[in-house]
Nanobody
Framework: QVQLVESGGGLVQAGGSLRLSCVYS????????MGWLRQAPGKERELVAA????????YSSESVKGRFTISRDNDKNLLFLQMNSLKPEDTAVYYC??????????????????WGQGTQVTVLS
């Protein structure tokens, strides 16, 4: 059974930074591609970033490319999302997710099957 617990969300001014963390509890973290998704009020959940099992091939959506960086520590079963130059439109609940895929040339939210409870990120204008 996989358990994912996010932390690091909060309130920040536009242009600021936050670093989200996710602790993975369970077996075989190194065999799961991982991702961060977000859901803003009244909007559908969207994939923000994903990463393969080795950590060498990160993916970022166009909306966050150049501002957000996903990374992982396979020794400690941790996933991170470094968020810089935050904008008010980044306000959302951010979810850590695990995939049954080790890698993908076409990451999408349908490839994730385990989710955390989420952490709120609020960016003030």
């Amino acid at each position: 059974q996989v358990q994912l617990v996010e932390s690091g969300g909060g309130l920040v001014q536009a242009g600021g930074s936050l670093r989200l963390s996710c602790v993975y509890s369970g077996r075989d973290f190194i065999w799961h591609g991982m991702g961060w998704l977000r859901q803003a009020p009244g909007k559908e959940r969207e994939l923000v970033a994903a990463i393969d099992t080795t950590g060498q091939y990160p993916y970022s959506s166009e909306s966050v490319k150049g501002r957000f960086t996903i990374s992982r520590d396979n020794d400690k079963n941790l996933l991170f999302l470094q968020m810089n130059s935050l904008k008010p439109e980044d306000t959302a609940v951010y979810y850590c997710a695990a995939s049954a895929f080790v890698d993908s040339a076409d990451w999408n939210q349908g490839k994730f099957n385990s989710w955390g409870q989420g952490t709120q990120v609020t960016v003030l204008s």
